[in-house]
C-alpha cells in the first residue's frame, strides 16, 4: 500500500511539488464567499446490489415468498416422514390476469407435526434476535377449515429458538390472509423458518412472509432499521434510486418499471435482478427483485430522512455492455409516458390517476418531485436522440423538473467529451459523472472542476468510489480509498458552484452476496457498520455549510501541495467557519490557519479527525476502527494552529462572533 501511495506523491512531485514541507500558512477569506452549497451537495446512491434490498434494507426474511423465482421452491426445502408423489405442487394461473400467478398446493394425509413441512433458508440465513417479535403472515385457500400450521424458528444445529401456532379458519374459493406473532428465545446469524402441516385435506398457500417487530419506524412490512439509520445518521441531501445498472436490465425485458412496483404487496410483479447472472465468479442465482421495496419505498424513506428524491428510469436503451437493445424512435412514447407519470405519482393531486395510487398507498400529500434521471451510464448518439424526445415531453409539461443526464460510465475518453459536448449543447440541467479509479486519481483530480464552465449545465457526482489495487472484497475500504475520497471531494466542494450533487457507489453490500466492491456499508443478516469511505462521507454531509470561502496556500488552491488538500465554507445558519484538510503525505504538518475578514473568533472550535495507517479497515468485529474521534481546540485571535497527523483527514468548526 505505502509503495502505491508513494507513486501518488511522486507524481505530485514531478509537477513541481514540494514533498513533505512540515509548515504552511493557509490564508482563509472567510468574508469572500464565491458559491452557494446546494442542500443537495452531498446525497447517497441505493442499487439493488450486493443483496441490497430483498436480503438487505427490505427486512423480508423469506426468501421466493411467492414462488416466482425461475426456480419456484429455491429457497424452500420439503420435509417429509413418507414421500407421497403430488403432495406439493407449484400450480400456475395462468388463466387468471395476475402479476403473482404461482401457489404452492399443499395435499394433506392426516397430517400431524413432524409428518409434513416446508423449512426456508431466507437469504444467506435469517438474522433472528434474542426477545424479538416476529411477525408472520400467510395468503390461503382452503375448501374446509382443516389446517394448522406450526411455525419453528430453528438454529444452524436445528434447535427450536421460537414457535407458535396458527389456525387457518376461512373456507371457500377465495384466498384469505392469516397472520401471528411470536418471539425468538435466542440469538442466531443464520437461522431458518420451519412450517410444520397438521390437517387432512388441500390448502393452498402464497406470500409466505416473516418480518421481525423492529423495522424502521416499526412500520410492518418495513426496512431494516440499523442499515436505515446509519443514511439518516448521514443527512444526506438527496437519495438516488433504484439505480444503476439495474434501471437498464439486461435486456428491455429486464429493465426497471417503477409501475410494477406501487399498489398492493401482493400485485407486485417479481422479476429477475441482473446482478443474478452479471458476474460469474461471484454468481447469485437466488437474486430475485420482488418489489416490496418499490418506488412508494423509496419516496416514503427520502420522506423520513428530509432527502430529495432522485428517481432514475430508463431511456429506451438496455444495458450496452450487455444486450444493447434499444427502443425504435417511433416506439418510445411508452417509456416517455412513464416518466410523465411518475411526476404525477409523486407530486399529484388524489384526484388524478397516479395521485391516486400514492393517495391509497397512504400517502395523500405530494412527495414533491423536483428532479429524475433519464438513463444510467448510457452513451453515443442513440442515447443523445432519446434524451432530447424525453426532454422536450417533461419540460413541456413539468417546465421545473430537472433532469440528470448521462456521461457514460467513464470520466474521460472520447464517449465523455462526445456526450459533455452534446449534453451542454442542450442545456442539459445536470451531466452525472461517474468516477470508479485508483486512489491516485483521486489525488490527481482535486482541481478537475476549478476549469470547467461556471454557467450553463451542473455537475452531478453521480457514481464514485476508490478501488485500491490487489484487495478483495470487504477489504478494499481501506483508509488509504478513503482519504483519497477526501482530498478529491474538497475539489468537488470547493467548486459547489459547479457540481451541485454528489454521492459515493455502491452503497450496501451483503458480506455472503456480494458482486461488487468496494461498497460504502457492509451488513451481515444482523450487523451493519459503515466503511472509513462512510465515515469521510458523513463528515462532508454534516459539515456541508451553504457558501464556499477561498481557502489558499502561496495564492493558490490548495490541492495536493505537499500532499495537501483544503476546502472552506461558512454555515449561515450557525454562523460557523468549517475548513476540511487533508493530509495524504507520511509526516505531520502545521497548517497556521490565518483567517481575514472576521472580527472575532469563539474561544474554542470543535475539531473532528480520522487517521490511521493506509490500509487499516474497519469491520464487523471492529466497526469503528478508523472513525472519526472529536475534540476541542483553543484559539486565539484570527490565527488558528492546526497541526494535522500523517495520513489525516480533519474538519475544523468555528464559531464566528
Not at 439518516?232 to 434510486?241: C, I, L, N
Amino acid at each position: 500500500m505505502k509503495k502505491r501511495f508513494a507513486i501518488v506523491l511522486l507524481a505530485m512531485s514531478t509537477m513541481g511539488m514540494p514533498v513533505f514541507s512540515q509548515n504552511h500558512t493557509l490564508i482563509v477569506k472567510a468574508a469572500q464567499p464565491t458559491a452557494d452549497i446546494q442542500p443537495t451537495m452531498w446525497g447517497v446512491f441505493f442499487e439493488d446490489i450486493n443483496l441490497g434490498a430483498d436480503g438487505g434494507i427490505y427486512a423480508e426474511l423469506v426468501k421466493n415468498r411467492s414462488f416466482e423465482f425461475f426456480k419456484p421452491l429455491m429457497g424452500w426445502t420439503v420435509n417429509r416422514k413418507k414421500f407421497v408423489e403430488g403432495e406439493m405442487l407449484v400450480i400456475n394461473r395462468t388463466n387468471e390476469d395476475t402479476r403473482n400467478p404461482r401457489f404452492l398446493r399443499v395435499t394433506m394425509n392426516n397430517a400431524a407435526k413432524g409428518d409434513l413441512g416446508l423449512t426456508n433458508e431466507g437469504f444467506r440465513g435469517m438474522g433472528i434476535k434474542k426477545g424479538l417479535r416476529y411477525d408472520f403472515s400467510i395468503m390461503y385457500r382452503q375448501s374446509d377449515a382443516h389446517t394448522k400450521l406450526h411455525l419453528e424458528l430453528i438454529d444452524t444445529l436445528k434447535n427450536v429458538i421460537g414457535d407458535t401456532v396458527l389456525s387457518l379458519t376461512e373456507a371457500g374459493d377465495n384466498w384469505h390472509k392469516a397472520a401471528v406473532s411470536f418471539h425468538a428465545r435466542e440469538t442466531v446469524l443464520k437461522g431458518k423458518l420451519n412450517i410444520w402441516f397438521e390437517g387432512n385435506g388441500i390448502v393452498d398457500l402464497d406470500m409466505i412472509s416473516l418480518f421481525p417487530g423492529d423495522t424502521w419506524k416499526n412500520r410492518p412490512g418495513g426496512m431494516r432499521a440499523d442499515m436505515i439509520q446509519l443514511l439518516a445518521d448521514m443527512k444526506p441531501g438527496f437519495v438516488r434510486f433504484p439505480g444503476g445498472c439495474i434501471v437498464e436490465g439486461f435486456d428491455l425485458s429486464n429493465r426497471y418499471r417503477w409501475k410494477n412496483t406501487v399498489g398492493p404487496i401482493e400485485e407486485r410483479q417479481l422479476m429477475i435482478n441482473r446482478w443474478n447472472i452479471e458476474f460469474p465468479h461471484r454468481n447469485a442465482p437466488d437474486y430475485f427483485q420482488t418489489f416490496g421495496l418499490g418506488f412508494f419505498e423509496y419516496f416514503q424513506l427520502c420522506d423520513d430522512i428530509g432527502a430529495e428524491p432522485l428517481p432514475i428510469l430508463n431511456c429506451g436503451m438496455a444495458c450496452q455492455f450487455n444486450s444493447a437493445e434499444l427502443v425504435p424512435m417511433n416506439a418510445l412514447d411508452p417509456y416517455i409516458q412513464d416518466a410523465l407519470d411518475l411526476v404525477e405519482f409523486a407530486n399529484g393531486d388524489a384526484n388524478t390517476k397516479w395521485g391516486k395510487v400514492r393517495a391509497d398507498m397512504g400517502h395523500p400529500a405530494p412527495f414533491n418531485l423536483k428532479m429524475m434521471g433519464i438513463g444510467n451510464e448510457n452513451w453515443g448518439p442513440q442515447y443523445i436522440e432519446r434524451l432530447k424526445a424525453f426532454q422536450a415531453a417533461i419540460k413541456a409539461k413539468y417546465p421545473n423538473i430537472k433532469l440528470i443526464c448521462s456521461s457514460g460510465t467513464d470520466p474521460n475518453g472520447e464517449r465523455f467529451d462526445y456526450l459533455n459536448g452534446e449534453l451542454r449543447k442542450m442545456n442539459a440541467d445536470f451531466i452525472d459523472e461517474h468516477y470508479y479509479r485508483k486512489p491516485e486519481f483521486f489525488f490527481q483530480n482535486a482541481r478537475r472542476y476549478d476549469s470547467y464552465p461556471r454557467n450553463g449545465s451542473k455537475v452531478f457526482g453521480g457514481e464514485y468510489a476508490s478501488h485500491v489495487d490487489k484487495t478483495a472484497g470487504g477489504t478494499r475500504n481501506t483508509w488509504l480509498a478513503a482519504i483519497s475520497e477526501a482530498a478529491f471531494m474538497t475539489g468537488l466542494e470547493r467548486n459547489a458552484d459547479v457540481v451541485q450533487m454528489a454521492s459515493y457507489a455502491p452503497l450496501f453490500a451483503h458480506i455472503d452476496g456480494w458482486q461488487w466492491a468496494p461498497d460504502l456499508i457492509w451488513v451481515n443478516n444482523l450487523q451493519s457498520y459503515g466503511t472509513p469511505d462512510y465515515y469521510v462521507q458523513k463528515l462532508f454531509s454534516l459539515n456541508k455549510g451553504s457558501k464556499v470561502v477561498p481557502i489558499t496556500l502561496d495564492n493558490d488552491v490548495v490541492a495536493g501541495q505537499d500532499s495537501l488538500y483544503a476546502s472552506a465554507c461558512i454555515d449561515a445558519a450557525t454562523k460557523e467557519l468549517i475548513i476540511k484538510v487533508v493530509n495524504a503525505s507520511d509526516k505531520p504538518q502545521v497548517n497556521t490557519l490565518q483567517l481575514e475578514g472576521v472580527k472575532k473568533l469563539a474561544a474554542k472550535g470543535k475539531l473532528t479527525v480520522m487517521q490511521s495507517d493506509l490500509t487499516a479497515l474497519n469491520s464487523f468485529d471492529s466497526p469503528t476502527n478508523v472513525a472519526p474521534v472529536e475534540s476541542t481546540i483553543a484559539i486565539k485571535g484570527k490565527k488558528i494552529q492546526l497541526n494535522s497527523s500523517p495520513y489525516s483527514f480533519s474538519v475544523l468548526r468555528v464559531k464566528l462572533e
